[in-house]
């Protein structure tokens, strides 16, 4: 079975753009949740969607949005980017299966992004 | 909140030593779920093991074995007989159910970087 896949693996961006990066779950997984990690920050949840509905959201601002289409394969967009959203991007993908509590996560390899 | 502390910010041991990697967390949840992953040089975090609050038996699974203490809020993962492609960033996480009981949400320790040297 094929794991996480994430496009595009690298990025580079300026100041002020956009940038939307893809992430395909593992097929059955129904649940996507978003990671940044950063040198200073380390990892960071960014939010989590399943049933193409925002279930958790972490602390960032609101530059920072996603969505989940139909197929479970979800979009995370940043908008009016800084300098500081230079880091790795980690998509996670678990089954999410009715009644039972936190299943595992597993990661796609990440986008780099650098913004100049 | 829920918090993960990874003291160990760099351990070098020689090939075929035994190593321990310690993980310290913080939760208010009576229901949470302890993960390691591993991190290579190229990115992707690799699921190792998980645990959850309710159940501390230890075990060992190949070369790698955890124990876990909730009395002492501790949940520490050990390689035995380390290996050069264990060199690694090694990440303690913590999940903790909602109040639905779903979501996923990892809090991550600031992880330990392993090297592993001939």
């Known amino acids: 079975k094929a794991g996480v896949t994430q496009t595009p693996r690298y990025l580079i961006k300026t100041r002020g753009q956009q940038v939307t990066l893809s992430c395909s779950p593992i097929s059955g997984h129904r649940s996507v949740s978003w990671y940044q990690q950063t040198p200073g920050q380390g990892l960071q949840f960014l939010f989590e969607y399943f049933s193409e509905t925002q279930r958790n959201k972490g602390n960032f601002p609101g530059r920072f949005s996603g969505r989940q289409f139909s197929n479970s394969r979800s979009e995370m967009n940043v908008s009016t980017l800084e300098l500081g959203d230079s880091a790795l991007y980690l998509c996670?993908?678990?089954?999410?299966?009715?009644?039972?509590?936190?299943?595992?996560?597993?990661f796609g390899p990440g986008t780099r992004l650098l913004v100049l | 909140a829920q918090k993960v502390t990874q003291a160990q910010t760099e351990i070098s041991v020689v090939e075929k030593e035994d190593v321990t990697l310690d993980c310290v967390y913080e939760t208010r949840d009576t229901t949470y779920y302890l993960f390691w992953y591993k991190q290579p040089p190229s990115g992707e975090l690799v699921f190792l093991i998980r645990?959850?609050?309710?159940?501390?038996q230890n075990e060992i699974s190949g070369r790698y074995s955890w124990n876990f203490q909730k009395s002492t809020s501790s949940f520490n993962f050990t390689i035995t007989a380390s290996q050069v492609v264990d060199s690694a960033v090694y990440f303690c996480a913590l999940s903790e159910a909602g109040p639905t009981g779903g979501g996923n949400k990892l809090t991550f320790g600031t992880g330990t970087q392993l090297k592993v040297e001939l």
């Open positions: 645990r959850n609050s309710f159940d501390e």
């Open positions: 996670a993908s678990s089954l999410a299966r009715t009644g039972f509590l936190q299943e595992t996560q597993y």
